[in-house]
């Protein structure tokens, strides 16, 4: 690794993402495809990387948020179906045509705008809102859903491909949450077979995301919808998966400084930390800018040597300090610092210590860190 990028860095480990994968498959019914789930640059890991890695292990799908990450896609794999989970503005419906581009619709005034300003069809699936209360055609009645569509299969510069939905709920263990799950799930399959019945039967339906395709994958979708347990962390931990998983990032930094400080003293902005006996303490060059919340201030613990040390003081702009005082080995400048990963401190272990989830720890870790793969 060259030196200047030994600051703070974030290692993709991609043996990490084929065990994953692999885990995943073996769940998933044979003739299911996975549709894997690259939005926001692969959750933080570097969508380069993970597309070329995804599409040698066999992955045809990939699902991003807006033409942008969809174009970068497409740069990586020229022959891959790119799905656009959300909205694109219309005046994109051109280009989205051009880069062979699979839109989601999610009403028709919608569906008008993208036709008007296409130059050719542009393929799309369609979204119904079974229950996320977010985007989609409303899909309480089926039939009376079935109808509203129907006007989508005729315009002409829509192809209609398939139809999916978002669980609100699935990674729920809750006997509340199931039930709802099972709601929204006949909800799409109802709208499916009522459109089949009237003559459109749909190449595609897809409503799992990674909890519903561990927990309940059904046969009846054409496509995986997988996003976080790629990329090894769980959807509502520490609600257990019945597979096993390798966090592909592992997040690092370096020791700067190592110094003894005596009962009394204080350590960072507004002396929040008081040293009640002699204590070592090193500064370790990452922070808040990239990626590593100030909320963790006086929370957090990072492995030096393997020890766990507890985060001491406010974690500032692009520095924290660390009580390494229990670490039985000499700690100096230039020692590796593990802050999160493929270790006891997991990226869902320390969200949950912040009230949040590891899906936002990953996708947070700023442009300035290199991401360093690993084969
Ligand atoms: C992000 C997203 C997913 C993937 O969710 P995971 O919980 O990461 O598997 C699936 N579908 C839609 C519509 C999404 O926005």
Redesign the pocket.
Request: hydrophobic share 35%; proline share 5%; net charge positive.
């Given at each position: 690794m060259k030196r200047v990028l030994h600051r703070a860095w974030a290692e993709i480990d991609l043996s990490a993402l084929d065990h994953n994968i692999k885990e995943v498959k073996a769940v998933l019914p044979k003739k299911m495809e996975l549709m894997a789930?690259v939005?926001a640059n692969a959750?933080g890991h570097g969508d380069e990387a993970v597309c070329k890695r995804l599409a040698e292990l066999g992955v045809k799908w990939f699902?991003v948020?807006n033409l942008e990450e969809a174009l970068s896609v497409r740069k990586v794999c020229p022959d891959a179906e790119i799905f656009i989970?959300?909205y694109t503005p219309p005046e994109c419906a051109e280009d989205i045509a051009k880069y062979n581009i699979i839109q989601g619709v999610m009403s028709l005034e919608y569906a008008e705008e993208l036709c008007r300003y296409a130059a050719e069809p542009v393929r799309c699936h369609i979204k119904l809102d079974t229950g996320m209360g977010r985007i989609g055609f409303r899909s309480k009645n089926a039939n009376a859903c079935a109808e509203e569509l129907l006007p989508l299969f005729a315009m002409e510069k829509l192809s209609v491909e398939g139809i999916?939905t978002?669980f609100a709920a699935a990674?729920s263990p809750e006997d509340d949450d199931i039930k709802y799950t099972e709601m929204q799930e006949k909800r799409i399959f109802d709208v499916y077979d009522r459109l089949a019945e009237l003559g459109h039967k749909l190449s595609h339906i897809h409503c799992m995301?990674?909890?519903a395709?561990i927990v309940r994958p059904n046969e009846k979708c054409t496509l995986a919808?997988?996003?976080?347990?790629m990329y090894g962390l769980l959807?509502n931990y520490p609600v257990e998966l019945p597979i096993d998983l390798r966090p592909v990032m592992t997040f690092k930094s370096v020791i700067s400084q190592v110094k003894e400080i005596e009962e009394g003293d204080s350590v960072s902005y507004g002396r929040t930390y008081t040293a009640e006996s002699t204590r070592r303490v090193a500064t370790v060059t990452v922070g808040y800018a990239d990626g590593y919340a100030r909320l963790l201030s006086g929370k957090g613990k990072a492995l030096v040597h393997g020890t766990a040390c507890p985060i001491v003081g406010r974690v500032c702009m692009d520095q924290l300090m660390l009580d390494v005082t229990d670490v039985s080995e000499e700690v100096r400048s230039g020692d590796e610092v593990t802050l999160f990963g493929d270790c006891e401190i997991t990226a869902d272990h320390l969200a949950s210590l912040y009230g949040t989830i590891g899906?936002e720890i990953v996708c947070g870790i700023s442009k300035r860190v290199p991401r360093i793969v690993i084969e």
């Open positions: 789930v939005k959750y699902a948020s989970l959300g999916y978002h990674d995301n990674s909890a395709s919808r997988v996003g976080i347990v959807p899906y």
